[in-house]
T-cell receptor, first 116, second 114 residues
């Protein structure tokens, strides 16, 4: 079945560094991908909608200069957390909306970011 | 029983019992709803969905009920099994919005005791 691959699954970085998370749709094309953030014991919070070939649309309160999103192809979106700080430590999850399969929406397995 | 506090609401049931997980959604313009199961350290897993033109939808061992009047959604799991232990989220999609743009509810931690 269709799969969304997220990489890395876990990353630890020092405060002030930038971290890139990749979200790939395997075996299907996705013009639209979504990025969520989830703090421990809390719900998923939609951060932004990533559109292939255009700028991402950010939810209210999400800093676009802090969370850079690039969606350069129909199978890849990246989220870069710039100048990461401990409060950015969270579980980041992407999802992809398929245009080539009957089932339309797939979630990645998430990336646990820990900023020291 | 169910408890709600500062953290994730929890529901504890015995294996074989039926579970009912509730969710209140926020936007009366939402017209598509999905229930997800999330195990620790993993992404959400689709369980069942329902559109706003329906009141009830059944899957394998699961039933979703939608009450638009009070903006309430419930997930019923029949003959709950230990493998059902996870956090369950409802998610809503606003009318006119792209499918994947979802707003998630608070979540409920389901624990199934053998």
């Amino acid at each position: 079945g269709a799969v969304v691959s997220q990489h890395p699954s876990r990353v630890i970085c020092k405060s002030g560094t930038s971290v890139k998370i990749e979200c790939r749709s395997l075996d299907f094309q996705a013009t639209t991908m979504f990025w969520y953030r989830q703090f421990p014991k809390q719900s998923l919070m939609l951060m932004a909608t990533s559109n292939e070939g255009s700028k991402a649309t950010y939810e209210q309160g999400v800093e676009k200069d802090k969370f850079l999103i690039n969606h350069a192809s129909l199978t890849l979106s990246t989220l870069t957390v710039t100048s990461a700080h401990p409060e950015d430590s969270s579980f980041y999850i992407c999802s992809a909306e398929s245009i080539t399969t009957n089932e339309k929406l797939f979630f990645g397995s998430g990336t646990q970011l820990s900023v020291l | 029983g169910e408890s709600v506090g500062l953290h994730l609401p929890t529901l504890s049931v015995q294996e074989g019992d039926n579970s009912i997980i509730n969710c209140a959604y926020s936007n009366s313009a939402s017209d598509y709803f999905i229930w997800y199961k999330q195990e620790s350290g993993k992404g959400p897993q689709f369980i069942i969905d329902i559109r706003s033109n329906m009141d009830k939808r059944q899957g394998q061992r699961v039933t979703v009920l939608l009450n638009k009047t009070v903006k309430h959604l419930s997930l019923q799991i029949a003959a709950t099994q230990p493998g059902d232990s996870a956090v369950y989220f409802c998610a809503e999609n606003w009318r006119g919005s792209t499918l994947g743009r979802l707003y998630f509810g608070r979540g409920t931690q389901l624990t199934v005791w053998p």
